[in-house]
């Protein structure tokens, strides 16, 4: 079975190997673990430019908590360079 995973900027499930994970690394910078391969906790994001957009958004407004130690500002610098990517596919 595919293990499930929540977006957390929508709340819905989703395979694991849809959303993009988001881990930090040990100076809680935020990383993007494209393989899923980093053996650490993540947090999980619908690739959807929406779902990107609301994530920066809640941020910016302090409506997010994280349950792993991650520094907001270089994950609001992996969430730009994610929306960038995305527009430009
Ligand atoms: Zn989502």
Redesign the pocket.
């Known amino acids: 079975m595919t293990p499930m995973r929540c ?6 499930r ?1 395979e694991k190997s849809d ?1 993009i994970r988001i881990v930090a690394d040990e100076n809680k910078n935020a990383i993007i673990d494209k393989n899923h391969n980093i053996n650490s906790r993540g947090i999980y ?2 690739k ?1 430019e ?2 990107i957009k ?1 994530l920066q958004k809640a941020i910016e407004k302090n409506k997010v908590k994280f349950k792993i130690d991650i520094e907001v500002q270089s994950l609001l610098n992996v969430l730009k360079e994610l929306g960038e990517e995305i527009w430009e596919n």
């Open positions: 977006c957390i900027a929508c709340r819905k989703e959303l994001l619908c959807d929406n779902c609301n």
